[in-house]
């Protein structure tokens, strides 16, 4: 078990449950820059967004699914995941000092980071003031491999342990699916402005009564070259530095026109 | 059935589920500026934020709770419910012309947008381009008096039916728990910086298996008078603009200058 009180304590979630690929790979990419705990869901939770489990209690269990290091998966969502490792069990111990989420079977851009657990766990460690990373690959598979992610993984966190980032700042960083000598680079930059078309496939169950799959087709609306969506078509990593406030500042002084007396 | 084509559709949902008070007092405050459809939660989905359900399929199922006002209870989450009323339910008709969320039995300003089913559902319509509104009372209790919260409903939705709303834009209306007459009027602001110190109350099942309830108490760290927590603190209701880019704008060029090569 590492133990130096020297190293940075690293809590690592993901939104795809404990078991998949894509966690270890983060591990295996960070466990030389630090202390490592694991709290990840103990089933899939994409989708998730920033939910919380307030109406049902939350179950943790000690797992020695990651070798030595300490690690735990929780009944709850990515978001509970960061909570309960901050507040609960780590707090004998000392506030993590950097949170990472991932690495997820998918791409993470644009308007998605909304509707993303992986997401929503580094916004979540944001809220706590904690410096948070958000790996994604674009690849959906379970036999991703994840050696081109864990190489920009280990830039990234090594940037991130040297430059301390902004009070209240998370990185989305996703990775397309191509081999490393064909990635241009990393590219910073803002969230795309793109939107899910969605479409509902109905279907009737063995009773004949109706049931509704969500389907539908992601939109880019933005024909810019400073965001996301743009990055990873050309071949570059992209990283998006991430907030919290979703104030339309641009909108308060009309309406105060409009509805203040 | 209300289908008169003149007037407005106005799509309704919550995250206390169909048969909370607060959505029923929504509907009785706003059923005479349009047609109305409801498609709300058939369980309690606090703390859901914009989670939506992929893993599962969804259903649907038509109510008579609303009297004659076209009503269905859904599985899924609030955003699931905005996504389905109008990319299926309200398909074969036309576009939602406004999306309501709530009334909400509790506050949900600040950083609580984030976990909020009613506010995600109003961005969610935000994102459809369907100008949104979520409303909350600051009162949790079922028996609730949503009387002085239907007052000012009527008065900001009458305001978004005029005024059009810029396109991606949602409100976040929150309303005091204190007689009208005590109100001193409609604040419009910012999300305060404030944020949840979270707290984990461990418990022993029956047996003796350890689980843990979500606790905690919700700190202001802003000082300002231009916040949702000031003009609630101070007997105003509060609305605040909201938008769905979480771009950190002013952390993108230090961040090529670290990253990109």
């Not at 894509?22 to 694991?38: C, K, P, Q, Y």
């Not at 909304?114 to 580094?122: F, I, N, P």
């Not at 990873?232 to 009309?254: F, G, K, M």
Request: aromatic residues 8%; hydrophobic residues 40%.
């Amino acid at each position: 078990m590492k133990n130096s009180k020297d190293k940075p304590l690293i809590l690592i979630t993901n939104d795809d449950g404990f078991t998949a690929p894509g966690i270890m790979a983060l591990v295996e990419a960070v466990e030389e820059f630090g202390e490592i705990m694991i709290v990840a869901p103990d089933s899939p939770q994409s989708g998730m967004g920033h939910a919380i489990t307030i109406n049902n209690p939350l179950r943790i269990h000690s797992t020695h699914y990651f070798g030595d290091h300490v690690a735990f998966n929780c009944s709850g969502t990515p978001v509970d995941c960061v909570k309960i490792g901050i507040y609960k069990l780590a707090k004998e111990k000392r506030k993590p000092d950097l949170i990472l989420s991932g690495i997820n079977h998918g791409s993470n851009v644009s308007t998605n980071v909304l509707y993303s657990g992986t997401m929503s766990a580094a916004i979540e460690g944001a809220l706590s003031s904690i410096p948070s990373i958000g790996f994604s690959l674009l690849d959906y598979s379970l036999e991703a491999d994840f050696s081109v992610a864990q190489h920009f993984v280990k830039k990234i966190v090594k940037d991130a342990l040297t430059n301390p980032m902004k009070e209240g700042i998370c990185l989305n960083v996703n990775i397309p699916k191509l081999p490393l000598d064909q990635i241009k680079g990393i590219k910073v930059g803002k969230q795309a402005r793109a939107f899910w078309d969605d479409t509902f496939d109905e279907r009737a169950d063995p009773l004949k009564k109706n049931y509704y799959w969500l389907a539908g087709e992601f939109h880019n609306y933005d024909k810019g070259e400073d965001t996301d969506m743009w990055a990873l078509d050309n071949a570059y990593v992209s990283v998006v530095p991430t907030q919290y406030d979703l104030t339309a500042y641009d909108c308060i002084n009309e309406l105060k026109n409009q509805l203040e007396e």
